[in-house]
């Protein structure tokens, strides 16, 4: 008879599913709730993730200016 195999929980995985999905549970209860109020969009409304999205897109577009426009020969 063959024994059965130990069924092994991934704690830490269950943790950050758990977190993932009320995190996106709630942006979308708070979508829904900006389009009822409606809500002008705009820079003012967006989440802390867009915002920081925006922030490295900024910081990387300076970035390839100052190394291929401004300091070319280095």
Known sequence: MAKKK????NK???M?????????????ENQQR???EGMPKGL???TYREK???VVIVLGLI??????VILPNM
């Not at 130990?6 to 929980?9: L, P």
């Not at 950050?16 to 979308?28: G, I, M, P, V």
Request: net charge positive.
């Open 63 to 68: 970035g390839i200016v100052v190394r291929y």
């Open 16 to 28: 950050f599913t758990d977190y993932y999905r009320t995190n996106k549970e709630y942006a979308k």
């Open 44 to 46: 003012k409304n967006l």
């Open 6 to 9: 130990r069924q092994v929980r």
């Open 52 to 54: 920081t999205y925006l």
């Open 12 to 14: 830490a995985r269950d």
């Open 34 to 36: 900006q389009e009822q």
